[in-house]
């Protein structure tokens, strides 16, 4: 699938590939979508557009880590959006890759883009931001950041509640909670790493088409990079908080793992002498001192119980019990 975003002077239209052509005899401003569409028709629309030949190879890989480099007379950006984001971190991931000029946007994608979707729709944000391409390409990846935080914002009330059950009643399936979100917030991590670094790059290495010189493509794109900053931290702090849930957990499991052997001993140490006086009583030799005692019988259960009662008082003053 191919789309187009065409932009002359106050005058908006929406269409497909025929656009293209329409936008090179008449100049203006032009965003194409593509999504789907076969490698080699693919690969020959992208080289009309003077996209670079080693950047349609990355665009057009199915993984690509998020990656910036600028060709002159465009600049070549690799994000890592997303197509769902689950309560369970469970996260469709979706390569966008924006090939950027002064007066083209282009997004190659293997997917639905929450970003790319959220501004396609909206004319007003299109007649205000597609005259300057590098200003909608961070207004895109502006609202999937939003989107981003929001989500990781709702994950911290999961966690939070997590660790509220954890305390009343910590189960094997809570615990298998706390090592899934720790694992999926891992690799969410790495890809907030990454487009933190990417940003940093862009703001630190101006290019003619991300000029940081200009006000307004500076503090856009500033506010990419506060977002991918603050997903980074986030993302970490998730990840530690996790870890210590999990070390919380094994602490309490211990702790009650304690507290029944502690008892299970208790019970153990009092059994251990009543058991040695019957296993004594109870051998039946002739010449046993109490063999044919007449209140031997009662002597004997009276023994047991005052060391069974000894020991109950005993433990009871140590906090055993």
């Not at 080699?40 to 990355?58: G, Y």
């Not at 957990?249 to 059994?271: D, G, P, R």
């Not at 000894?310 to 019990?321: Q, T």
Request: proline share 2%; net charge negative; glycine share 6%.
């Amino acid at each position: 699938m191919i789309r187009t975003q065409y932009l002359k002077g106050d005058q908006l239209q929406t269409g497909g590939k025929e656009q293209i052509e329409i936008w090179r005899q008449q100049g203006g401003a032009i965003w194409v979508d593509i999504e789907g569409e076969e490698e080699l028709a693919e690969q020959a629309l992208l080289d009309q557009l003077e996209c670079h030949p080693l950047a349609v190879q990355d665009a057009q890989r199915h993984r690509h880590p998020p990656k910036f480099e600028d060709f002159g007379n465009n600049t070549f950006v690799i994000y890592r959006g997303f197509e769902r984001f689950d309560e369970d971190i469970s996260i469709a991931h979706v390569q966008v890759s924006f090939f950027i000029s002064s007066n083209a946007l282009i997004t190659r994608r293997n997917g639905t883009s929450y970003g790319v979707e959220k501004l396609w729709g909206s004319a007003t944000d299109l007649q205000r931001y597609l005259p300057t391409p590098a200003i909608l390409f961070t207004r895109i990846v502006n609202q999937s950041l939003s989107e981003y935080i929001k989500r990781m914002l709702e994950l911290e009330d999961a966690i939070s509640q997590m660790e509220d059950e954890m305390l009343e009643a910590p189960t094997d399936q809570l615990m298998q909670r706390f090592v899934l979100y720790r694992s999926r917030l891992r690799k969410l991590n790495r890809v907030f790493r990454y487009h933190e670094k990417v940003f940093a790059e862009i703001m630190r290495e101006s290019t003619a088409v991300l000029d940081m010189n200009e006000s307004s493509i500076y503090h856009s794109m500033q506010d990419v990079y506060d977002k991918c900053e603050r997903l980074d931290s986030l993302g970490t702090l998730f990840y530690e908080q996790c870890g210590d849930l999990i070390e919380g957990y094994i602490s309490l499991t211990s702790h009650q793992l304690n507290k029944t052997m502690q008892a299970l001993t208790v019970i153990t140490a009092i059994f251990v002498p009543l058991g040695l006086l019957s296993g004594i009583y109870g051998m039946n030799f002739e010449n046993m001192p109490e063999l044919h005692s007449q209140n031997g019988y009662f002597v004997l259960l009276s023994v047991m119980a005052t060391v069974a009662i000894s020991l109950l008082i005993f433990f009871r003053r140590k906090r055993w019990l």
